[in-house]
């Protein structure tokens, strides 16, 4: 298939293009939105909708705000036919076909839409234009080349079309089910035996296990009595031990009782020991404590006397800084009276000044509101604009050309008066010699003086000039009764006293911003008033001979003053501040050494009394005897303690006690064994018979008979499902290899393709349903998914265009590429290029581009451009 021409009229933006297709590479370049995606839609849309399709997609072809039909004309060459077929849609809509080649042959209407689908039907694969029919958006997409009967017939001339033997894989795959599932799990027989033999094989190991175990419980009895027999004996010999060791452990408490009590006498002599150390400690502290306090008591005395003489110094001069604080304030005071004094004298003379300046700015104010108070009155009043005076003259416009419209269709009288005889023409005198031309719209009399009355009656004037009149006329008496005018003139007077109080308002408003400025309106009246009361009575003049200046200078001088007389006050009270902390300082330090000196005084006599009455008691030199006594009587008590202890360690208790322990444990744990080794003995007793009982050894026989049974099952009908199994997986493999040598000429076209762009470590991976699934590139394997989105739309149009190479040019379609290739850098570009030039050397392709420099480089192509 062969496309020749397309010519598209009212088509979306497209008003009349026609563009030819070369045999080879053909791009259509234009700016977006000039119509280059309303070529490949109208292709489509030719073959697909008929002319009475109101589809959304057919009424968007559509022009916007025309009320025209878009039509198509496409003329094309498949098989041995050559035809020129055309489609209008929505307005006059048809559908014709001319059939140029074999036979020509006219037809129209639905007989031309079916006919020329039953033409493609029979010359080229409609999968195939699919195929090979890229919109924009879908580059990256991989077409579906499963169903393309024309693509399976190149393919089987180029390799290996697999053979048909889905009847013998059938009856295979029937047998297979009899053991496997569609996933390869067991099933039937096969599955019932594999499931059943682990039940016999578990229930042959627990009887054997239970068989062993009643073997193992005999054993177990016969060493639990010998066990028994044995720790009898044993605890005989320990109950002998244990009696041995009681009675050297009592012969050794005399040693015990002997060392304690010389122990207590020991702790007795030395507890007055340090009784007696304690005591005469106490009174050598009293003593150092005495002397001591005789020091303190001297040094605050002194300390005492220095402070109160300080506090005296320290009231004299606090008294002196108080008066002189006093004076300055007086003086601040008088400063202050003064400085108030010119501060309002000046404030007076400026709310004077303010007031002149206020009444004058709020003066030219009241003006300017008020003519903007008329004019807004004037503008009320008038409701005609010069944009309605604008649109009031279109529309007397309108009417006169539907007055002259219709008076040009109307049929037209001429009258010439030849003598003297008086001649009017709808009450018009006709002058002698000079001709007059009448436009019969209306009933016209032709008057002839004493001669002829005629009536001329007009005829039937076309319906169209009719109501474009009576519209006309219409519109202008509505807009009138809205302007409430009766003429143009009378509406355009309004206007221009409308105009005139628009512009005084608009001249007062901007002098009204002028004069308030940043200021608020109201808050002017409000400043007047304020300045008014502050001015005071403006017939007082007392204090018009001074000047601002003057009284400003004056207040200057008394804040100076002012601040002078702060100054010294502040110095001043600083110095009484600092005196009064200095006086502060001396009376607390002169009270805290009162304090002191009466507490070491205190001190002093409470501990001479103290030391006073205990010597009265005890003398120090009873104290010292006291002591030495008391550590000659510790020492003799200790030696005799020490001599207890020896004989004591000597008979080594701790040993002996050990032992005492260790033959009553034993006993006790003896004791629990030949408890614990009797029940044992009875227990095994009682399972040896109930085992005995239940008949195992004749159980267990009977379970290996049934696993040898179930195994021999078991494995005649796991040699059959191998068999199949390995017959069905023959005969895949064979059909497998089959379809890889099928799809091998597909794979060697895009891999030869693909090099151009790739290199030669280039190879893909294709799928039974001819889809790439890989790219391996210089030993790296890509699945087609996780490719960049460059690579996968340069593989995914490559795959196209290698179908293109292998169908045979008679049964192919034409590559129609829709803004293709944009996600490809330069230099993948430039080898697309390539391969786009040697694929149009036996196949058509179309390109449709707003970026032409992008296959600039593709010999033999031309290139048509819509603007």
């Known amino acids: ?364 104010i009241r003006e300017q509101e008020r003519r903007a108070v008329e004019a807004k009155a004037t503008i009320g009043s008038i409701a005609v604009t010069a944009k309605d005076v604008e649109k009031l003259g279109g529309l007397f416009t309108e009417l006169r050309i539907a007055q002259n419209a219709k008076t040009a269709a109307a049929a037209q009288i001429v009258a010439r008066r030849l003598g003297h005889t008086s001649v009017s023409i709808d009450g018009v005198d006709v002058p002698k010699d000079s001709a007059e031309e009448f436009a019969v719209t209306s009933d016209l009399r032709i008057f002839v003086d004493s001669v002829v009355d005629i009536t001329v009656r007009p005829g039937q004037s076309p319906a169209e000039l009719d109501r474009e009149l009576e519209s006309a006329q219409n519109l202008l008496d509505t807009e009138l009764d809205r302007l409430s005018v009766t003429t143009l003139e009378q509406a355009r007077e309004r206007s221009e006293v409308r105009t005139d109080a628009e512009a005084v308002l608009a001249e007062a408003t901007s002098t009204l911003r002028v004069l308030i400025g940043d200021d608020d309106r109201d808050e002017l009246d409000a400043a007047l008033t304020r300045a008014e009361h502050v001015a005071g009575d403006p017939a007082d003049t007392s204090e018009a001979a001074a000047s601002i200046d003057d009284l400003e200078a004056r207040v200057e001088s008394t804040t100076a003053a002012v601040d002078d007389a702060t100054a010294l006050v502040e110095t001043a009270r600083t110095a009484l501040e600092r005196i009064r902390a200095d006086r502060d300082e001396a009376r607390m330090a002169a009270v805290r050494a009162q304090s002191t000196h009466e507490q070491a005084a205190t001190t002093l006599q409470n501990l001479s009394t103290r030391l006073n009455t205990d010597r009265e008691a005890i003398s120090d030199e009873f104290l010292e005897e006291a002591l030495s006594a008391a550590a000659l009587a510790h020492t003799g008590l200790d030696d005799e303690a020490e001599a207890a202890r020896s004989n004591y360690e000597a008979a080594d208790p701790d040993t002996l006690e050990m032992r005492l322990q260790n033959a009553r444990q034993l006993v006790e744990s003896k004791q629990k064994q030949q408890e614990k080794d009797r029940q044992e003995v009875d227990q095994l007793s009682a399972l040896i018979d109930d085992r005995a009982a239940e008949g195992i050894y004749d159980k267990l026989k009977v379970a290996e008979q049934n696993v040898e049974s179930i195994r021999s099952k078991l494995t005649r009908v796991q040699r059959q499902a191998n068999a199949i199994r390995l017959l069905r997986d023959t005969v895949l493999t064979r059909k497998e290899e089959a379809q890889r040598r099928y799809v091998a000429p597909f794979k060697e076209a895009i891999e030869k393709l693909g090099r151009v762009i790739f290199g030669q470590g280039l190879s893909v991976e294709i799928s039974e349903d001819l889809e790439i699934v890989s790219r391996t590139l210089d030993g790296r394997t890509v699945a087609f998914d996780a490719l960049s989105g460059g690579t996968k739309e340069q593989l995914a149009l490559i795959g196209r265009l290698a179908v293109a190479t292998l169908v045979d040019a008679e049964a192919g379609a034409p590559v129609i590429l829709d803004d293709a290739f944009g996600f490809s850098d330069e230099q993948r570009l430039a080898a697309l290029n390539v391969i786009l030039g040697n694929v149009g050397r036996t196949a058509q392709v179309i390109l449709l581009t707003c970026q032409p420099n992008r296959f600039a480089s593709i010999g033999g192509a031309e290139t048509v451009s819509l603007s």
């Open 1 to 364: 298939m062969r496309l020749h021409s397309i010519r598209l009229i009212n088509y979306r933006a497209i008003s009349d293009a026609t563009v030819d297709f070369s045999s080879g590479v053909t791009i259509v370049e234009g700016p977006n939105e000039v119509g280059k995606s309303s070529i490949h839609q109208a292709i489509t849309q030719l073959r697909e909708d008929k002319d009475s399709s109101r589809k959304a997609s057919v009424k968007d072809t559509q022009p916007v705000g025309s009320d025209v039909g878009p039509q198509v004309e496409l003329h094309l060459s498949t098989g041995d036919y050559e035809v020129r077929y055309g489609k209008r849609w929505i307005k006059q809509p048809f559908t014709e076909l001319s059939i140029l080649k074999p036979v020509p042959e006219q037809l129209s209407g639905s007989e031309a839409h079916e006919r020329f689908l039953a033409i493609l039907d029979d010359t080229v694969d409609v999968d195939l234009l699919d195929a090979l029919d890229v919109a924009q958006g879908r580059s990256l997409d991989q077409a579906s080349l499963a169903e393309i009967k024309a693509l399976h017939g190149a393919l089987g001339e180029a390799g290996e079309e697999p053979a048909d033997h889905d009847a013998f894989l059938d009856r295979v795959n029937a047998e297979y089910q009899r053991f496997f599932t569609a996933k390869g799990k067991e099933t039937g027989e096969l599955r019932r035996l594999t499931e059943e033999l682990p039940g016999a094989e578990e229930l042959y190991r627990e009887l054997e296990s239970r068989s062993a175990d009643m073997d193992g419980l005999v054993d177990r009895h016969a060493r639990a009595a010998e066990r028994l027999k044995s720790v009898r004996t044993q605890l005989e010999s320990a109950v002998t031990e244990r009696e041995d060791a009681e009675a050297a452990v009592q012969a050794v408490s005399g040693l015990k009782n002997e060392l304690d009590r010389a122990l207590e006498r020991a702790s007795a002599a030395q507890r007055e020991r340090q009784r007696a150390e304690e005591a005469l400690d106490r009174r050598r502290t009293l003593i150092t404590e005495t002397a001591t306090a005789e020091k303190a008591a001297k040094a605050a005395d002194d300390a005492l006397e220095k402070d109160t003489a300080t506090h005296q110094e320290k009231d004299s001069a606090l008294a002196e800084a108080q008066k002189s604080l006093e004076d300055r304030q007086t003086e601040l005071v008088s400063a202050q009276e003064e400085a108030k004094t010119a501060s309002a004298e000046l404030a007076r003379a400026r709310a004077r000044k303010e007031v002149e300046a206020l009444r004058k700015r709020l003066a030219d």
